[in-house]
């Protein structure tokens, strides 16, 4: 019996798998993708001895690129549940994101390779728990919390475009409506002051006709992205992971994350912010998060916040999002601990090319551009490749250590 050890799956997207509900929903053709081409990630927070689920075997040169690593993640395929079938016996499913649909896909396993799977339960909180309706609700009660956050950073949900066209008519400013289930810059619209555009009232339509409400908010001056990271325990605790400063593009899609110390971090986001309140924010959200989250569900949680302009003025808006799943603030802060050289850093950068082959010579240029030198089983600078290159991916996740980090990176 392997009962202990861990099989991780990678499953991007889920939110939008959570608003569907059904155990036989299928993804959109760029998360099926995504899914392919990263799904070895999970192997870079993973435990020793653990597995991580794919589709196919890993390529023999980028299991040699990992061995100076000492990576003992193993990968396990559908191939191998035939084969060797009382090798995974109650071993525990661990999700990316936990959805009816990827439950359903290790039922199914189970049944047919007649395995005993330990798997996730759905529960019927999850779908508040992992939308923006519970995000509102937890900065609703910080904001009760600590007077000084500003209030008029709450958004409010709206069910109709007539209350939108009223908003964006009164507001000398552009607001930002977001759809309740959406992640990684999707599901989310700017709009500047004046009228809707002809355009912008039929993906308002098609979203409210999914999503029944949708939010909206005043667009913030905003300098810097960074969230709080938190585990919920099957002890029923809520402890504090770490932090993580990232950056999206234009559009609020994920680009890349800091690898670094979580004091020089900390550092970071102080010099802007007072330390008094983080800590403050991160005690309420601690209790917070227990209070909510734990009675239902173990494992991650992860805030993203930001830190804006206003009055010439840094402010803080500390509940942007909760991402009740894993993610690439998660992975970045793990990854540090596990295999980045303690006196170095860097950057992990996620991209997407829709030519294969410019994936492919990007891989080739950035080996050349920053050669890897690994020191006691730890990047200590250079190019690495998270997932494998195949002539065949599209999304590239890799990192960049310090000796090789380009200059003046910036999250500002």
Known sequence: MNQGKVIHYFNPGHETAVLNASKHYYPPSHVVK???????????????????????????????????????????????????????????IDLWGISPQSIHFFEKLNLHRNLSLVIP???????????????????????NCIPELEREILPRFVSDIETIEQQIAQSPESLLIKSPYSSSGRGLIWLPPGKLAQSERQVLTGMLKKQDQVSIEKVLNKQSDFSMHFENTAEGETRFIGYSIFQTNAKGAYEKSRLDRQDRLEKQITCRISSNLILQIRTILTKKIQEIYTPYYIGTVGVDMLIYQSDNSYRLHPCVEINMRKSMGYLAIRFTEKYLHPDSQGEFFMKFNSDFQNTTQNHRQLQKQYPLIIEDGRIRSGYFSLCPITDSTNYHAYIVAEKALRKNASYS
């Open 34 to 92: 995504m899914q392919a081409d990263l799904a070895f990630l999970p192997a870079w927070y993973a435990s020793e001895g653990d597995f991580v689920f794919m589709e196919t075997p890993l390529p023999d040169d980028f299991v040699r690129s990992c061995e100076p690593l000492n990576l003992s993640v193993k990968p396990v395929t559908p191939a191998d549940f035939s084969e060797n079938p009382e090798m995974f016996q109650h071993s525990v």
């Open 121 to 143: 339960q759905w529960k019927e909180e999850y779908r508040f728990l992992g939308s923006r309706f519970a995000s509102r609700k937890l900065l609703a009660e910080l904001l």
